[in-house]
């Protein structure tokens, strides 16, 4: 099993940043994507961004040239760092990591919420 912790949501200014953090422990061994997702009131919960174990990443549309991926392969924690925050990046953001090559399981955090409002 391997448990993840989020931290960094919260409220914000449009226009403003925010970096959320999400550390893994337990089993991390062979953990491989590692990614942020959002779920906002009344919509699908819909990927944001993700990073391989290579630093290969992937951006959804709506948060390319604002949003950054990074992780730490040594702890291991994966952050998304937000800028130019809008309302619409109002939502709840979950971590999710991917353990394993040829049999997969995937592993989801809590959450935390982020408010972007004035």
């Known amino acids: 099993q391997v448990q993840l912790v989020e931290s960094g949501g919260g409220l914000v200014q449009p226009g403003g940043s925010l970096k959320l953090s999400c550390a893994a422990s337990?089993?991390?061994?062979?953990?491989?994507?590692m990614g942020w997702y959002r779920q906002a009131p009344g919509k699908q919960r819909e990927l944001v961004a993700s990073?391989?174990?290579?630093?290969?990443?992937t951006y959804a549309d709506s948060v390319k040239g604002r949003f950054s991926i990074s992780r730490d392969n040594a702890k291991p924690t994966v952050y998304l760092q937000m800028n130019s925050l809008t309302p619409e990046d109002t939502a709840v953001y979950y971590c999710?990591?991917?353990?394993?090559?040829?049999?997969?399981?995937?592993?989801w955090g809590q959450g935390t919420r982020v408010t972007v409002s004035s």
């Open positions: 990073i391989t174990v290579r630093g290969t990443t």
């Open positions: 999710k990591v991917v353990r394993g090559r040829i049999t997969t399981y995937d592993y």
């Open positions: 337990g089993s991390i061994f062979d953990i491989r994507t």
